[in-house]
């Protein structure tokens, strides 16, 4: 907790609050709101009382309860009956909402109440460390203000914590082999813009994230899937065959958690697939954007460890938020210069105060992460448990870590796939569930009986979501033909 600030102390931070423009006790409220957001009163500090700051400040006791009020309404003062208020940011039930009448416009930045959305494996930010990041974040920016605000390589001083942390994990790694990028989807698309001419081919994991799907055909490039052969993991043999059949100009592999099969890839298999990669002349893509979502601290080395050529991209997006869109490349330096040329016709650089944010993060936040994995592996847990009991004939394999389980829907008698996902999601959707239908996450339709459902909301709302499952399973199982009458699957967005 933050030390008491004594009435002449709050005063001489408030300065001159009176402006005469709206009643007092409003510009009192904007005053200590403003104070608040920029950091200049700390969190939790607690509040003169009513009385103190009435006599203080010369004005009416009325007044103060009246900007108390207000700020308490707003979620910036914690109510504390009979105990002193303190300074606190709104939860997101407090919040203001500007934007209310087009909430289902933008799930993603803001879930209504009886929506349970599963087509997001991303969690919502720890609002108590972002504020933290930007507070530091807006102290440190007047220093940068008189420079112009551009470089395509990042804020050197977050490239270089992003450099330390690679090197204390084992992969030695300088700021010049580092740059910064709008999250790990613009890391993947520098790199193909880059390195991926297009009509080349990409190999992919499949099934993969979608949206690394959707870079490699928006460049023009023809994804060539890399199955699954078994629940081990990937088939080392099988890379190097794909390699030798189809010379990809490019492999963009999801190591860590694999989106959407939460697979880790052991150390033998990297070793042998990076430097299969770069045998053939393949730029190796490693994604690590789930890498610290790591339950049990079992992630092998780095694959970037076993090939100097490996581009390793993630992001704080999945730690900590993804509206930091904050992520990194990292490759040889020559690799990083020549994706910083490419960045120039997409953007100039990121934006400051968010790298500032994100250099804060990188430095000081990521021991806050121990708490997230701890409540994120209930949730894991809590939704393994629920699937068993409600849905026991779905099948799964339980990750160690990221976002999601994988579920593989029950088959008919003859092999075929009894339940359609795409069929699921538009009967989930009636329901207020959102969720991805499996094809989004392969290529020709592939998937269909298949589901990804990630572990990131509370147990609440994921037992809502798994009974709206169950009774959609139940309706499409007592209704014949009703799969064929239903309309393709909402294009919903995902992450
Ligand atoms: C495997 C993977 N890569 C990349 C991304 C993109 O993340 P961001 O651009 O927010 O860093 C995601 C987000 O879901 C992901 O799951």
């Known amino acids: 907790m933050t030390q008491a600030t004594s009435g002449t102390a709050f005063s001489r931070l408030l300065g001159q609050w009176r402006l005469g423009a709206a009643p007092a006790y409003r510009e009192l409220a904007d005053v200590v709101r403003l104070l608040i957001l920029d950091g200049r009163l ?21 007044t103060v309860t009246g900007a108390y009020n207000e700020l308490r309404q707003d979620g910036f003062l914690s109510a504390g009956q009979g105990t ?11 919040v203001p909402d500007p934007l209310a009448p087009r909430q289902d ?15 997001y494996a991303a969690l919502p930010a720890n609002g108590e460390a972002v504020h933290r990041a930007y507070t530091a974040a807006l102290s440190e920016l007047p220093a940068l203000l008189p420079g112009f605000g551009y470089d395509s390589y ?36 520098l790199a193909l813009a880059t390195f991926a001419q297009p009509g ?28 699954f052969p078994r629940a081990g993991g990937w088939d080392p043999e099988a890379f190097e065959a794909t390699l030798a059949r189809h010379r990809p100009a490019m492999a963009y592999l999801i190591p860590d958690f694999q989106n959407p099969t939460g697979l880790l890839m052991p150390e033998g298999q990297r070793r042998r697939m990076a430097r299969a990669a770069a045998a053939a002349g393949t730029v190796l893509i490693a994604d690590e954007t789930l890498r610290a979502l790591d ?16 581009i390793t991209i993630g992001s704080l997006s999945k730690t900590h938020w993804g509206g930091l869109r904050i992520g990194w490349a990292r490759s040889s330096a020559d690799n990083i210069r020549r994706m910083t040329q490419t960045r120039t016709s997409l953007d100039l650089g990121g934006p400051v105060a968010e790298q500032l944010a994100g250099r804060y ?28 009991q409600h849905l026991p004939e779905w099948h799964f394999h339980t990750p160690g870590g990221g976002l999601s389980l994988w579920c593989t829907l029950p088959r008919g008698s003859e092999g075929t796939s009894a339940l359609s996902s795409s069929a699921l999601t538009i009967l989930a959707a009636q329901r207020g569930v959102r969720v991805a239908a499996g094809p989004r996450f392969g290529v020709g339709g592939a998937f269909d009986g298949h589901l990804r459902l990630p572990f990131t909301q509370p147990v609440d709302r994921l037992e809502r979501g798994i009974l709206a499952l169950k009774d959609a399973q139940a309706q499409l199982l007592a209704t014949p033909g009703l799969r064929s009458r239903l309309p393709a699957p909402p294009a919903v967005a995902i992450a």
Not at 84 to 94: E, K, L, Q, T, V
Not at 160 to 186: H, K, N, S, W, Y
Request: aromatic residues 4%; proline residues 10%; glycine residues 6%.
């Open 295 to 310: 339950f049990d601290a079992a992630a092998p080395a780095h694959l970037g460890s076993f090939s100097p050529s490996v």
């Open 361 to 388: 993060i990188v430095q000081h936040d990521l021991a806050g992460l121990p708490e997230r994995l701890v409540e994120l592996k209930e949730q894991r847990d809590a939704l393994a448990s629920m699937l068993r």
């Open 105 to 119: 416009y933008a799930p993603g930045l803001r879930v209504p109440e009886d929506v349970v959305d599963f087509a």
């Open 154 to 189: 990042g804020l050197p001083e977050l490239r270089e914590a992003i450099a330390a942390r690679f090197t204390a994990e084992g992969l030695p790694t300088t700021m010049d082999q580092v740059m910064v990028t709008a999250g790990a989807q613009q890391a993947m698309v």
């Open 200 to 227: 080349r081919k990409v190999v992919l994991e499949h099934p993969s994230y979608p949206h690394a799907f959707d870079a490699v055909t928006a460049r023009g490039c023809t994804p060539v899937p890399l199955a």
């Open 84 to 94: 002193r208020a303190r300074s606190c940011i709104p939860s997101r039930a407090g």
């Open 42 to 62: 700390p969190l939790d500090t607690p509040l003169p009382s009513e009385r103190t700051l009435a006599l203080t400040l010369g004005v009416s006791r009325t």
